[in-house]
């Protein structure tokens, strides 16, 4: 099975930094997404890592240690729209998503 | 249309009653995703097709859930005897499978059941 584990919840001021870390355990890794979900709204395609190091896109970067079974997801200059849940998940050798629960970003003026 | 399609976006039922709910993929992409999410919590998988292949139904709760999907389009998941715990967003999502845009999964808006 997968067992993928991210924080609830985290708050950080608007022009700041924030990092997101999940950890994960998986038979078979075949790639760790990371995707943002606003209230109500469908989740929406951010990051995706399958070998080690840093991915950087724009604003936001994602990085992975397979060894560890860890990433995280920076996002730097942080806007108020950026409150959203940003939710961790696994693909193993299946091709099966497994997502963590999410955590819940809250951007403070 | 460009993204993945979903039908109906709300829906109210009694209890007891069954729903169908229908999905329709990106054109060309072989794999498709259920998921259910419950209200303030994550995404719990349910089922996945990749083409022809026999469908992983592993993360179906209960027998009462069903899902079908005819070749690479249309799936529909089927609950049976609803009951308030059913009450979620239904997503479904489709994936490319060949290629580096393969590994992008794309969700549509969901379908919101809420079981009375």
């Known amino acids: 099975g997968q067992n993928i584990d991210q924080p609830t919840e985290m708050t950080a001021t608007e022009g700041a930094i924030v990092q997101i870390n999940c950890t994960y355990q998986t038979s078979g890794f075949n790639g760790l997404f990371w995707y943002q979900q606003h209230a109500g709204e469908a989740p929406t395609f951010l990051s995706y890592n399958v070998l080690d190091g840093l991915e950087e896109k724009g604003r936001f970067s994602s990085f992975l240690s397979r060894s560890k079974g860890y990433s995280y997801l920076l996002l730097k200059e942080l806007q108020m729209k950026d409150s959203a849940s940003y939710l961790c998940a696994v693909r193993n050798a299946g091709n099966m998503l497994t997502f963590g629960g999410g955590t819940r970003l809250m951007v403070k003026p | 249309g460009a993204g993945v399609s979903q039908s109906p976006s709300n829906k109210v039922t009694e209890k007891g009653k069954d729903v169908e709910l229908r999905c329709d993929p990106i054109s060309g992409h072989t794999a498709l995703y259920w998921y259910r999410q419950r209200l303030g919590q994550g995404l719990e998988f349910l089922i996945y097709?990749?083409?022809?292949?026999?469908?992983?139904k592993s993360g179906l709760p209960s027998d009462r859930f069903s899902a079908e999907r005819t070749g690479e389009s249309v799936s529909t998941l089927t609950i049976q005897r609803t009951q308030q715990e059913d009450s979620a967003v239904y997503l479904c999502?489709?994936?490319?499978?060949?290629?580096?845009?393969?590994?992008?999964?794309?969700f549509g808006e969901g379908s919101w059941l809420t079981v009375v």
């Open positions: 999502a489709s994936r490319e499978t060949t290629g580096y845009s393969g590994n992008t999964i794309y």
């Open positions: 097709f990749q083409g022809n292949s026999a469908p992983d």
